[in-house]
């Protein structure tokens, strides 16, 4: 079966770091785009950009260049998305989502992973 | 950016009832416009690629049409677990960006 998996939910104070994980198993993760997608409190849904974990190639969206950070480590098939400090505006569920290499749609997705911040 | 631009933002539906939801995009996307489903405290899934393409598992009752800037999604003999966000994603330029939004409430 084709899935992602994320890491659970964090709770993080205003000014630390953050990674969060995105494994996938059933494909070969090198060959296909990794998206990153957030989704603020009873918002929609924001294209924050995508990685390639064959060789870490990324392209963020201009709203959160520099705002975070996209890895991959290729040897355990996951993606990670990283904040420097952390800000209550990034209180949000972070969904990461394979990118088909045919047409660009976005399946699977993982199952979300809620991040809060608050001091 | 391509702004994607749906509606309406919410609509109070029966079942059976036929649904359309539109995505106006800002620029031509070339068909690579898909359309997913996100039930409260779910993943989206996907229900329709490249504008019209149905996804694998997905019940027959929707289906998506357009091309260039104006595209649509119908929900035909709507069902209450049909009740749900939808929102329209283009992959056709960089930033890939996603519709606002539109929200089907089952009287």
């Known amino acids: 079966e084709v899935q992602l998996v994320q890491s659970g939910a964090e709770v993080k104070k205003p000014g630390e770091s953050l990674n969060i994980s995105c494994k996938g198993s059933?494909?070969?993760?090198?060959?296909?785009?990794i998206a990153w997608v957030r989704q603020l409190p009873g918002k929609g849904l924001e294209w924050m950009g995508i990685i390639f974990p064959g060789n870490s190639d990324t392209r963020y969206s201009p709203s959160f260049r520099g705002q975070v950070t996209f890895s991959a480590d290729k040897s355990i098939d996951t993606a990670y998305l990283q904040w420097n400090s952390l800000k209550a505006s990034d209180t949000a569920i972070y969904y990461c989502a394979r990118r088909d290499d045919g047409g660009g749609w976005f399946d699977p997705w993982g199952q979300g992973t809620l991040v809060t911040v608050s001091s | 950016e391509i702004v994607l631009t749906q509606s309406p933002d919410f609509q109070s539906v029966t079942p059976k009832q036929k649904v359309t939801i539109t995505c106006r995009a800002s620029?031509?996307?070339?068909?690579?416009l898909h359309w997913y489903q996100q039930k409260p405290d779910q993943s989206p899934k996907l229900l329709i690629k490249y504008a019209s393409q149905s996804f694998s598992g997905v019940p027959s009752r929707f289906s998506g049409s357009g091309s260039g800037t104006d595209y649509t999604l119908t929900i035909n003999s709507l069902e209450a677990e049909d009740a749900a966000t939808y929102y329209c994603h283009q992959t056709g330029s960089l930033p890939y960006t996603f519709g606002q939004g539109t929200k089907l409430e089952i009287k």
């Open positions: 059933g494909f070969q993760f090198t060959n296909y785009w």
């Open positions: 620029q031509s996307v070339g068909s690579a």
